[in-house]
């Protein structure tokens, strides 16, 4: 029998999403096969790899770095830059039928400006910008500009003056008190916050004795930080009134679930998906299945419930 999906839809503001989850950045290929049916089933929207104005080849040595129930990535935004993205990446990807959501890196004022300006001509091909202001593998820009409410501010208004569009901006974790960011970010003009980047973490080779990453330090996701993130998430949709979106360690429909009782209106997906391919079509169904049991008509009306009851 066809599963009936109407009751998924969520919107971000302006956003309609015909399902909350989303695939994160940096974890899904651009090949256009992913962007369709059927690899797109349960899937809302999905976000590109992080682009930056110019080519990036990334960090040299090992990247990613398995962890018992987590990953450490040291990617360092590896991508073909704007012009290729624009003449052959977007084309493709927003031919498919999920919401293409353009990650951006938080560069130099300049640079920034320059890729958001160039999206601005496509904007019909997009259905958001996620600002990256939350990269931990980079020197220069990346997580600096999120880790405090001034410099969260100063880059969300750099790319309000050459975006028009839907504009989330990725948080970090590595910040003190997310709370003061997401204020500062909403109140530069963000549309949306996705909460949260990464996890500043490490592994030491015991062969060699010395850290496996050319960095020392990487950005650890999965399963083990899906606490961390959704107290983030808690937090934050308390502290803010634009939408918010989860991310960090989801792999289950409970999982899910919660970030959004907790205040999320979508959730973003990674790590979870390289063990399982088929991990959207499969929560989404459970997701459904529970809207039903429970009586809800519309995926909407589970954001922030769980607040109801303590706060
Ligand atoms: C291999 C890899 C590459 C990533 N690249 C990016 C990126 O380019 N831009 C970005 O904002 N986040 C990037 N991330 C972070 C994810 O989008 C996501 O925020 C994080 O992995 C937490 O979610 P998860 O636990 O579901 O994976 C990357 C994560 C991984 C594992």
Not at 18 to 24: E, F, G, T, V, Y
Not at 294 to 305: D, N, P, T
């Amino acid at each position: 029998m066809p599963v009936d999906r109407k009751g998924s839809e969520v919107f971000v503001g302006k956003v309609a999403l015909r399902s909350p989850l989303i695939i994160a950045s940096g974890t899904w290929p651009h090949g256009p096969e992913y962007w369709r049916s059927p690899v797109t089933t349960g899937v809302g929207a999905a976000c590109t790899k992080a682009l930056t104005l110019h080519p990036r080849t990334g960090n040299p040595g090992i990247r990613v770095w398995e962890t018992p129930c987590g990953l450490l990535n040291s990617i360092g935004l590896q991508n073909p830059g704007l012009e290729q993205f624009l003449m052959i990446d977007l084309p493709s990807l927003s031919s498919g039928d999920v919401e293409v959501v353009v990650n951006v890196a938080m560069e130099t004022e300049e640079e920034t400006g320059k890729v958001l300006a160039a999206l601005s001509e496509k904007q019909h091909l997009l259905g958001a910008v996620e600002l990256n202001i939350s990269c931990p593998n980079v020197d220069g820009g990346g997580m600096a500009w999120g880790s405090d409410p001034v410099q969260a501010a100063r880059a969300i208004r750099i790319a309000r003056g050459n975006w028009k569009g839907p504009l989330w901006a990725k948080l970090t974790p590595q910040c003190g008190d997310i709370s003061l960011v997401a204020r500062a970010a909403e109140d530069a003009g963000a549309d949306a916050l996705v909460v949260a980047n990464t996890w500043l973490g490490m592994a030491i080779d015991t062969n060699s004795g010395t850290p496996v990453f050319s960095r020392k330090y990487a950005g650890l996701s999965g399963p083990a930080v899906f606490p961390l993130s959704l107290r983030l998430v808690w937090e934050v949709s308390s502290a803010v009134g634009i939408p918010v979106i989860g991310c960090g360690g989801v792999s289950r429909v409970e999982d899910v679930l919660s970030m959004m009782l907790a205040g999320a209106s979508a959730v973003e997906i990674g790590t979870f998906h390289f063990t399982d391919l088929s991990c959207f079509s499969r929560i989404e169904e459970g997701f459904l299945e529970y809207l039903s049991v429970k009586g809800y008509a519309s995926a909407m009306e589970l954001i922030g419930r769980g607040k109801r009851k303590v706060d």
